[in-house]
């Protein structure tokens, strides 16, 4: 059997392997299937659009998420502080990456620490759901938000991941019960996230019956994890095995809709291989609250804070355009403009 590599070392490989390999889902996001009425005459000023809303007591400049990505490493602190920064220069909210490795490992909370960045942002903690049935409770969910001072915990579903993963943790039995334990007892709001296979109804309803008070849908369609497990795989039974699901998973527009059909009134997030702000118009056209994205920030984050802030406004930019374009003044009117094809 080969040796599982320490937690620190795994997050290491998926930053290297996420910014020099192509890890894309062979699925789309499902997005192509929609598109906007275009108004040449919108009777609109495009510098004074609305792009503002407010979730979980937080005021954001605009619909955009910087999607959990990473923590755990030097590398990491570094590239987290960037986002942070970048996030409080332009009024967005950011989500950090799994946070065991600093549960597990106190002296690497620093990594995720970015309110020295970010006094202001809406900031969310982040844990793998799967470890509520390896002794992880309400006491390890309550370090992770005190950590990081977080107005939100993720309890992120990546079962998929874990089951092509050298000796993942694979025991998902139960694992309901004990988020509803979570969301009954966490000070502050609870968000289920998949990590880029999507959700179902069946799952959306689970997940509202827990008590989450968002469901983010990271469906396919963007970053595949089991490709991302496929090039750290230690051998070859295993690299096959994550390389079978290059296309599994339920499309990122298929999920919001799967959600917004199964519990009405659920605050959604959309991410999972969301290109721009135009992608994101469209997931809040189909019922999503926020859109975020992971690798193009990742990206710009590697190179500057400053980097971060010119791809963040280039994106906000987009999605007010498209609403100029589509002759729409606030975020909620998108969905009378959007069109399926």
């Known amino acids: 059997m080969p040796k599982v590599a320490p937690i620190d070392q795994r997050k290491a490989d998926h930053i290297k392997i996420n910014l020099e390999q192509d890890v894309r889902s062979a699925l789309t996001n499902g997005l192509e299937k929609y598109h906007f009425a275009h108004e ?12 503002t809303l407010s979730l979980f007591g ?14 755990g490493t030097a590398e990491a ?27 597990e490992h106190p002296e690497q909370a620093k990594t995720f620490q970015v309110r020295r960045a970010a006094p202001d942002i809406l900031l ?55 988020i509803e ?19 179902s109804e069946r799952t959306a309803h689970l997940l509202a019956e827990c008590g989450v008070s968002a469901i983010d849908v990271a469906g396919a369609g963007g970053t595949s994890w089991s490709q991302v497990e496929m090039h750290r795989a230690p051998d070859e039974f295993t690299r096959q095995l994550a390389a079978t699901f290059v296309g599994w998973g339920i499309p990122t527009a298929d999920s919001i809709l799967n959600v ?17 702000g135009l992608d994101i118009a469209k997931c809040i056209a189909l019922g999503a609250t926020l859109g975020g994205m992971a690798g193009h920030f990742l990206k710009a984050a590697a190179v500057s804070t400053e980097k971060t802030i010119e791809r963040i406004n280039l994106v906000k930019r987009q999605i007010e355009v498209t609403m100029f374009a589509a002759g729409v003044e606030k975020l909620e009117g998108l969905s009378l403009r959007l069109i399926e094809k």
Not at 58 to 71: C, E
């Open 181 to 199: 334990d979570v969301c009954r007892k966490l000070e502050v709001p609870v968000i289920a996230k998949e990590v880029g296979w999507g959700i």
């Open 260 to 276: 917004k059909n199964a519990v009405p009134g659920m605050t959604i997030v959309a991410s999972g291989g969301l290109k721009d």
């Open 77 to 103: 602190e570094t590239l987290n502080l960037r986002l942070a920064e970048a996030a409080q220069e332009t009024g967005i909210a950011m989500g950090v990456g799994s946070q065991r490795a600093a549960i």
């Open 58 to 71: 937080k005021r954001l400049a605009a619909p955009l998420l910087i999607s959990s990505m990473t923590g």
């Open 40 to 51: 040449a005459l919108p009777e609109l000023d495009l510098n004074r659009l609305d792009t």
């Open 124 to 178: 969310f903690a982040n844990l793998g759901a799967v470890q509520l049935n390896y002794g992880y409770g309400i006491e390890q969910c309550r370090r992770a938000v005190d950590m990081i001072q977080a107005d939100a915990l993720i309890l992120h579903l990546n079962p998929l991941q874990e089951a092509v993963q050298d000796a993942g943790d694979v025991n998902f039995a139960g694992l309901a019960k004990k």
